[in-house]
C-alpha cells in the first residue's frame, strides 16, 4: 500500500473520528482487562460512516491493502476493511471471491469482537459456502464452530445467517445442536438469534428443535429463541411446560 493512499484514508477516517463516541465504544464493545474485548482500541467513527467510505474506497484497494488495514490495533480500521471486502465481494466474478473468502478466514485472528463478525460473515462465509456442497459447507461450519476461538465460532453460526434468508435451516440446526453447551454468552445470544431467525420463517422447525433441546439450553439462548412467540407460548417454554 502507497504511503500516501494509506495517509489519506487515515486523514478522512480522523475527520470523523468522536472522543465521547470512542469512549462509549470502549465500554460497550467490552474492551477492559479480562473482557472480550480487551485492549481494543477506537477512535469513535460511527458504522453509517464506514459505510459510506468502504464503499468510497472499494475499487481503490487491492486486497493486500485491505489487509494492512484488517490488521490494524484500531477497531473502526479493522471495520472499514471488512466492510470493503463485503462490497468488494458482491462485484466480482467468482474467482476473486475465492480470494476474498480465504483471506476472511486467514484473518479471523483480527475478525476479534461482535460488530465485525455479525456486519460481515453472512455476507462472505455464508455467501460463499452457500453455493457450494454440503460437505464442504459443513466441514468448514463445524470446523469453526469446534474452535477453542469465541470469534470463530460466532462467525459459524451468523455466517448461516445467509441460508436461513433463504430458506434453508439444516446447517443452522447442526450447528445449534453443537454450541448449545457453549459457555459464553456472545455464542448463547447468537445461536438464539440463529434460531429466532429460523423461527420467524418456519415456526414449526423452531419448535420442533426446541420441544427437543429447551430444558437443556442456556437461559439466554432459549430467551432469544423464542421471542417472537406468543406469550403464552414463551412462558410454556420459559416454565417447563412444553
Keep these: 500500500m502507497s504511503r500516501a493512499k494509506t495517509e489519506a484514508i487515515k486523514k478522512e477516517l480522523s475527520k470523523f473520528a468522536d ?42 484497494l487491492e486486497l493486500a491493502e485491505v489487509k494492512e488495514f484488517l490488521h490494524s490495533k484500531i477497531h473502526e480500521e479493522r471495520m472499514l476493511a471488512l466492510l470493503v471486502l463485503v462490497y468488494k465481494f458482491q462485484k466480482v466474478d467468482e474467482k476473486e471471491r475465492a480470494k476474498i473468502y480465504t483471506l476472511y478466514l486467514k484473518n479471523t485472528k483480527y475478525i476479534n469482537n461482535w460488530d465485525l463478525v455479525d456486519v460481515t460473515a453472512p455476507h462472505i462465509v455464508g455467501t460463499w459456502l452457500f453455493e457450494q456442497n454440503f460437505s464442504e459447507r459443513k466441514m468448514v461450519l463445524l470446523k469453526l464452530a469446534k474452535s477453542d476461538y469465541l470469534w470463530e465460532r460466532r462467525i459459524a453460526i451468523v455466517a448461516t445467517h445467509y441460508f436461513i434468508k433463504r430458506g434453508r435451516f439444516k446447517e443452522t440446526l447442526i450447528l445449534a445442536e453443537l ?14 438469534w440463529m434460531l429466532r431467525e429460523v423461527g420467524k420463517r418456519e415456526q414449526s422447525v423452531l419448535e ?18 423464542i421471542e417472537r412467540l406468543s406469550e403464552e407460548r414463551r412462558l410454556q417454554y420459559l416454565k417447563g411446560l412444553i
Excluded: C, W
Design 208 to 225: 420442533n428443535f426446541l420441544k427437543k433441546h429447551y430444558k437443556k439450553m442456556p437461559r439466554t439462548m432459549l430467551r432469544y429463541a
Design 179 to 192: 454450541l448449545l453447551q457453549d459457555g459464553h454468552d456472545l455464542i448463547q445470544k447468537a445461536v438464539g
Design 19 to 60: 472522543k465521547k463516541h470512542a469512549q462509549v465504544s470502549q465500554g460497550f464493545f467490552k474492551t477492559g482487562k479480562g473482557e472480550y474485548g480487551e485492549g481494543d482500541v477506537f477512535i469513535g467513527v460511527k458504522v453509517p460512516v464506514l459505510r459510506k467510505l468502504a464503499r468510497r474506497f472499494r475499487d481503490d
